[in-house]
T-cell receptor
Framework: GAVVSQHPSWVICKSGTSVKIECRSLDFQATTMFWYRQFPKQSLMLMAT?????????EQGVEKDKFLINHASLTLSTLTVTSAHPEDSSFYIC????????????FGPGTRLTVL | AQSVTQLGSHVSVSEGALVLLRCNYS??????LFWYVQYPNQGLQLLLK??????LVKGINGFEAEFKKSETSFHLTKPSAHMRDAAEYFCAVSSNNNDMRFGAGTRLTVKP
């Protein structure tokens, strides 16, 4: 149980284009979803927290107009990287939590984005 | 603000030897502490978590960690390393599951 999927698992795009990454909770309702970014050989950095039906809360230094987050349902959140640049190339990982299992985030497998 | 410090970015042990990965935390409120494992190009898998119950927490794959408030530590141990344990390990702290902060990670290498 408590499986989180991400799609796509990897994506390559040209500079200036936009890329959408999906995060789905497959067998539970995720009231809160989190988006992290991980650069090579570094730790995870929280980008934003989103609650279903509400606007996402972004961490300091994360551009909300560049990283658009939508959490329209209890099982789906999307991250759209707009006008991507090579420096946006990273591993993006989402996680989800449910109020029925406190103190635990369930992580997706990650999406590797490469911007040429 | 909460934070964790993982001592040692890289730990190398021989197969069958004791694994010890160090984590110290800083928190102004009683913390929730976690250890996650990450295999190459994959997401994070929860090994174990401490949420103010027993101070010695047993996790999956033979790992365990002990919460020591006096030392503000939550070190991860395994009595006997296996080749499949080679991975990146992250310690994390949160106060309410909505504010999880990760350490820099420790890469574990297991030598045959």
């Amino acid at each position: 149980g408590a499986v989180v999927s991400q799609h796509p698992s990897w994506v390559i795009c040209k500079s200036g284009t936009s890329v959408k990454i999906e995060c789905r909770s497959l067998d539970f309702q995720a009231t809160t979803m989190f988006w992290y970014r991980q650069f090579p050989k570094q730790s995870l950095m929280l980008m934003a927290t989103s609650n279903e039906g509400s606007k996402a809360t972004y961490e300091q230094g994360v551009e909300k107009d560049k990283f658009l987050i939508n959490h329209a349902s209890l099982t789906l959140s999307t991250l759209t990287v707009t006008s991507a640049h090579p420096e946006d190339s990273s591993f993006y990982i989402c996680s989800a939590s449910t109020p029925w299992v406190t103190d635990t985030q369930y992580f997706g497998p990650g999406t590797r984005l490469t911007v040429l | 603000a909460q934070s964790v410090t993982q001592l040692g970015s890289h730990v190398s042990v021989s197969e069958g030897a004791l694994v010890l990965l160090r984590c110290n935390y800083s928190s102004s409120v009683p913390p929730y502490l976690f250890w996650y494992v990450q295999y190459p190009n994959q997401g994070l898998q929860l090994l174990l978590k401490y949420t103010s119950a027993a101070t010695l927490v047993k996790g999956i794959n033979g790992f365990e960690a002990e919460f020591k408030k006096s030392e503000t530590s939550f070190h991860l141990t395994k009595p006997s390393a296996h080749m499949r344990d080679a991975a990146e390990y992250f310690c994390a702290v949160s106060s309410n599951n909505n504010d999880m902060r990760f350490g820099a990670g420790t890469r574990l290498t297991v030598k045959p």
